[in-house]
């Protein structure tokens, strides 16, 4: 039987969390009013997440991939930059401009992790989005940078199932 | 290997990208299965739609009628994708089968009163590596020209 894992899904400041063990997962998803307990098998759990993340039909871009300072990353959604008044739109950094473009639009961000308990961040398996109007940009984590590449739908789910203990794997 | 379909009343016909199993036959419409044991299947559908049907209308029917049909349907993905040669429309999807999550990848494309659907459909857990064969197989599908 496979080790129980801790699930967390953050998406714009909102948190579930929960775990998977015995082929159940199990998460805690705020509503409007307190918490809901969300139970489905693995094989569930896939489709559960993609519904909790709002994964859906999106444009699809034919921009390439580029790579920004993690720094500007996290700040900029720290900061919640929507609007060109934001401060990455007064940055002199031509660094951040294609971030800013991709900001710009509008956006919701979200994470999905999976990690052994008490593991900490080692050894987590996630999958991270910026869901803009121009298309899903999948953030992939290279330090000091993070690297931001379109990407589809259908792509990201595969992505969440393979996060999933029971997948067969990406 | 490809082998070919030829409708026995119908201008269908079709280069299928493996063997295949015929499933139906009607005098308007042909379901052909490329893997029959279960998990991953691939079904060819092609049939007669009205000369101005386009791929989006296509993909907006049989879209509704699955989301009748099957518990807990949900939309994942839908894009614009080449069958056929042609500019067609790909989609995914979720469901519910006897408890277990399934996940439904197809591409569509309607062109001279003909319709073709290529529908891959796999347990969930198995779509990251099932995903390229679908791929490979929406890339190698292909309609012949009527005699």
């Known amino acids: 039987m496979s080790l129980p894992l801790e699930v967390e899904v953050r998406r714009d400041g909102r948190r579930a969390a929960g775990r998977i063990e015995g082929g159940l997962g199990r998460l805690l998803v705020p509503r409007t009013v307190g918490l809901e307990e969300i139970a489905v098998a693995e094989d569930l759990l896939p489709d559960a997440l993609a519904r909790l993340v709002d994964l859906g039909p999106r444009l699809t871009s034919s921009a390439g991939p580029f790579r920004v300072p993690a720094e500007a990353l996290g700040q900029a959604l720290a900061r919640g930059d929507h609007e060109p008044s934001s401060t990455l739109d007064r940055t002199e950094d031509t660094e951040a401009e294609p971030l800013r473009s991709v900001l710009l639009a509008g956006y919701a961000h979200w994470r999905v992790e999976v990690r052994a308990q008490a593991a900490a961040a080692a050894g987590a398996s996630s999958v991270e989005i910026l869901d803009t109007e121009a298309c899903l940009w999948l953030v992939s984590s290279d330090p000091p940078e993070v690297e931001l590449s379109p990407t589809t739908p259908a792509a990201v789910f595969g992505l969440l199932c393979g996060l999933v203990p029971g997948s067969r794997g990406v | ?147």
Do not use: K
Request: glycine residues 8%; proline residues 5%; hydrophobic residues 45%.
């Open chain 2, 1 to 147: 290997m490809t082998e070919r379909y030829v409708h026995p009343h119908a201008e269908l016909s079709l280069t299928v990208p493996a063997p295949f199993v015929l499933l139906e036959e009607e005098v308007d419409r042909a379901v052909l299965a490329l893997d029959a044991t279960g998990n991953p299947t691939l079904i060819v559908t092609i049939e007669e739609v009205f000369p101005d049907t386009t791929a989006d209308e296509l993909a907006d029917g049989g879209l509704g009628a699955l989301a009748g049909e099957l518990a807990a349907f949900h939309v994942l993905d839908r894009a614009h994708a080449g069958l056929d040669g042609q500019m067609g429309v790909r989609t995914l999807s979720h469901h519910v089968a006897d408890g277990r999550g399934m996940t439904l990848e197809q591409w569509r494309v309607a062109a001279d009163g003909q319709g073709l659907t290529l529908s891959g459909s796999c347990q969930t857990l198995d779509y990251p590596i099932v995903a390229d064969l679908f791929s490979a197989a929406a890339e190698r599908l292909a309609r012949e020209p009527s005699s």
